[in-house]
């Protein structure tokens, strides 16, 4: 019988297994950067048999991803070209050609230029020698979450050579082989997703508290980002102000202060909602609201939330309670997200399902979310009760998750997000090292071995993912 644990004191043993420790937590980054050996990010061309030498490349070396709260990249520009080798023979003829884009790790396109088939220059049967043909240019768009890599690949077929026959054949034209690459590019598709969510309470706030807001930023290319603290418009004595200025790839806390005389007696709750939102150089990448309250002690109550899923939507019934004034009724808002609590852009109409929608009732309301016709995803529902004073409940957060148009409920928006970075990969291997060693080289018997090796183990784990969901901002 094989004894494990002298199996596992070997040194061989030791490293291997620190070695798959360290794949397995690198493994997140390997679609973050850094590690693409086999895709290079400059423009490449490569000549055939026949003479053609082909080139195509992105207009950029670097795209922000997930530009708007729908995961669209910025817009990406693709140029193709060839030219012909002179032969001392007769010119060739062109064929068709394509553009395919590929993300790193999938096999199959991600996306085709023309969608069918291949392009055929209007016109255009013949080329100089040595001379480029640029063909049509293509702009598009890439989801994504987060950073990927990117490679295009422009694709030829068909068209004409001429070949003499050599010593003992007869000349002639004969088709070109197809299809086959005639050039390729690469680039990086860096996440420009930014966020803002509430840290701790959720609100409303009294006067005289503060607010807390978790701030991370994405790719900009270095324009970076700004916190901007937007008063009600009611209030003209107020003024927009910015509260922070961020670089990229950030992760900050900012603290707001609930400033007396904040709250106004009004029948409209958006008297007292005050707008904080995350900015990066060009517009509004997503916000959240800051109510204020006189008196914690007199906003009304959520006491229930009960939902119905009718496979193609979701009914969500809400029961209140009044603490000090008369309800009104609830506010709702429903988004597509990423699952979190950030609210997009109001500009953003595409991620957008229901915003500011007002159902009246003093004590329960009921309410159905419909998910947009033919687009798939995660819906964040965020409802608050307001009374007749425009002071707000504390907000209750849903979720929907939409697959080709059905609906299920989803997990709760305000569970804390892993992100993952250097900090975290770095405790996480040390867990693993400190595990193994302390098996191996701390005196005693095997008890008191496992004992030691779980505890600092799970305490390095533990710091690793209050670290990867904000702890210790």
Sequence with gaps: MINIMAFLKKPV?????????????????????????EWNTTGETEANEYGITGAVTFNKANYIGSW???????????????????????LPTVGGWRYLLYQEGNDVPIQKFPSDGYYQPG??????????????????????????????????????YWDDGGLFGFAEWKDIPGPFSLGWDGAYLKSGRGEITLSGSQGPFEEGSTATVTVRTGFTGGAGWFVKLYPPASRTD????????????????????????????????????FRVELWNNYF?????QLFAVDSLDRIPIIVDVAEINNGDSITYTITMEATYAAIQGIKVYAWYSYGGTTMPSTADTESWVLYDKTYTGASTVSFTVYPKSSLDGTITVKCFAFDVGGRVSEPEYMSIVVEDGKTTPGDDPLTPEMY???????????????FIGIINFLPG?????????????????????????????
């Design 445 to 473: 018997d095997m008890l008191r071995k496992m004992s030691a090796a779980l505890i600092v183990a799970g305490s390095l784990a533990l710091l690793a993912y209050g670290w990867g969901i904000g702890w210790f901002l």
């Design 420 to 434: 993952w970075s250097w900090q975290v990969i770095a405790l996480l291997a040390l867990a693993a090292i400190a």
């Design 123 to 160: 016109g255009q049967t013949s080329v100089t020698w040595d001379t480029w043909i640029y063909f049509e240019s293509w702009s598009t768009e890439v989801k994504s979450d987060g950073t990927i890599r990117l490679k295009v690949v422009m694709e030829f077929e068909g068209g004409a």
């Design 13 to 37: 043993v030791i490293l291997a297994i620190i070695v798959v420790l360290l794949i397995t937590v690198l493994s997140p980054f390997a679609t973050t950067g850094g590690i693409f050996d």
């Design 238 to 273: 107020l003024t927009t102000t910015t509260i922070a200025t961020l670089g990229d790839d950030v992760v900050k806390n900012v603290e707001i202060p609930i400033k007396d005389g904040y709250y106004t007696e009004s029948l409209n709750p958006a008297d007292n909602e």
């Design 284 to 288: 509004d990448v997503g916000f959240q």
């Design 68 to 90: 708007l709260s729908n995961m669209d990249s910025e817009t990406m520009t693709i140029q193709g070209k060839l030219k012909f080798t002179n032969t001392g023979y007769e």
